[in-house]
């Protein structure tokens, strides 16, 4: 059987709806060319991001429902504690609004001023919560991951050399937590091996220093070992989940990625002092230990959605349903990240449109015109968001890559939504020696990719 089927069938809708390129145009010139700008009933297909978009279930919907929402030890606390200790293991679970508080509250109890963090490769909200602190966040990922087209099969393998060499050079009263990202953000979602979730580990223990899975995407992760590491096939996603989880000492979760909610988090650690004291944070910005900074309805939704988004038919769709993606455009010559990651397809817009010099984000146009030739949001991941303005002369340098990040929501669409993403791309890919770039005209001191606005060169 060919056909990728969706595991589920549909009991509620909501309409989407196209717009002609006339109006597309119009509404461009208004955003300023600048998709986040862009008012989502005016986009027929949104990837701009898969975090925090998922579809929730009839079950979910039905424990939003039976959500206990006592201020103190709800019976959906319960619920939550008990479903997260089941399959991450951990001691202790706090619960809070999203990752990155979390994250906040576990580096402010962790970290002091020049401390270093090592990771795989840091998520933007990790790296400012560290930096905040004073520490600096250190990315360690294997060389060969830089290469956009090596198919690797865990692209998000740290390098374990490298991690020795920091820890000696720094010494390891420097280094209080070494972390892994699974499935690693950067590149669409690459994973981790378990071989590597296990040397990583074994380095910071011998060195006595904790180890931490930054696990939003730990089923997809979990389901790429089964697929991908020799002696896993035969193991459930859920034990993988459970051996990734015992070779640390704590996690943070962001439950807007497979969590399968659109709001929600926690912090897990088997250190009773560390814990305590991050419920006395807890308590001061998010709440009660036994809610966090959410609602008893969404600890009800998360517990549910941790259950399932193990269920390996759901696994099976999600991963084929992205790679199907990446394949179909790679194979019509469109240049991507290799392999096709977890969440997301990443086009190379330097190789596609090298007649746009990367000042003039050649990211930036073709996810414009994307937009115009379709009504799908993408995202820009290039000079955009990371070219770095020299503090003396201001002139600027462009990014290492000009990239265009098509991330797929959870549940949300179909095969046949796919086919159509698949079809624009290759309809902008054939028109590609017309696309010109953009100059910024507009633009913000900090994280200018959000308010900048453009016009076209
Ligand atoms: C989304 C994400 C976070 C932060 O979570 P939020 O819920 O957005 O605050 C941290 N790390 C990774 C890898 C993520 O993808």
């Keep these: 059987m060919k056909t990728i089927i969706e595991p589920f069938k549909i009991k509620v809708v909501e309409p989407i709806r196209m717009t002609t390129r006339s109006e597309r145009e119009r509404i461009l ?13 005016d986009v027929l297909i949104d990837l701009l991001t ?48 999203q990752g990155r508080a ?12 020049g401390d270093v963090v090592p990771n795989n490769t840091h998520f933007d909200t990790t790296r400012a919560n560290i930096e905040y602190r004073g520490a600096e966040a250190r990315d360690l990922l294997r060389p060969e991951a830089l290469e956009t087209g090596r198919p690797l099969p865990f692209k998000g393998d740290m390098d374990t050399e490298a991690l020795e060499r920091l820890i000696d050079e720094v010494g390891t009263e420097r280094i209080p937590l070494v972390m892994l990202t699974v499935t690693n953000n950067s590149g669409g979602g690459q994973p ?4 590597n979730i296990r040397a990583v580990s074994e380095i910071a223990h011998r060195h006595g220093i904790p180890f931490y ?35 640390a000492d704590g996690c943070t979760m962001s439950a807007k990625k497979d969590g399968l909610v659109n709001i929600g988090g926690f912090l897990c650690t088997n250190d009773d002092r560390l814990a305590e004291q991050e419920r006395d944070l807890l308590i001061l910005t998010e709440g009660f230990p036994t809610y966090g900074g959410l609602a008893g309805r969404d600890l009800e939704a998360i517990a549910i959605g941790l259950e399932e988004v193990l269920h390996e038919d759901y696994l099976t769709y999600r991963i084929a349903s992205t790679s199907y993606l990446g394949r179909r455009i790679a194979d019509a010559g469109v240049p991507i990240v290799q392999p096709p990651g977890g969440h997301a397809i990443y086009i190379d817009a330097k190789a596609m ?49 000009e990239l265009v990040r098509l991330a797929i929501p959870r549940r949300v669409y179909t095969q046949s939504h796919i086919d159509y993403v698949v079809e624009a791309i290759l309809e902008v ?25 453009f016009e076209p060169v």
């Design 50 to 97: 898969d975090s925090g978009t998922a579809a929730m279930s009839h079950e979910q919907w039905a424990g939003i429902m039976r959500g206990d929402e006592a201020y103190a030890c709800s019976r959906s606390w319960y619920r939550f504690l008990e479903t997260v200790r089941s399959i991450f293991g951990f001691r202790h679970v706090i619960p809070t609004h």
């Design 429 to 453: 890919h054939r028109k590609r020696e017309k696309l010109r770039g953009y100059r910024i005209v507009h633009q913000a001191p900090f994280l200018r990719h959000f308010t900048a606005r």
């Design 192 to 195: 981790v091996s378990m071989a």
């Design 353 to 401: 449109l090298p007649q746009i010099p990367p000042l003039e984000f050649p990211g930036q146009a073709l996810s414009v015109e994307l937009y115009h030739e379709a009504g799908i949001r993408s995202v820009e991941i290039g000079s955009v968001m990371f070219a770095r303005r020299d503090p003396d002369t201001g002139v600027e340098q462009p990014a290492p890559m």
């Design 102 to 113: 979390a994250e906040r509250i576990l580096f402010s109890v962790l970290c002091k001023p």
């Design 213 to 247: 899975l930054d696990a939003c995407r730990f089923a997809e992760n979990a389901y790429f070992i089964q697929q991908r590491e020799p002696g896993y096939a035969d193991r459930s996603v859920r034990e993988i989940a459970r051996e990734m989880f015992s070779l």
């Design 29 to 41: 010139a208004e955003a300023g060319y600048n998709l986040f700008l862009v008012h989502s009933d």
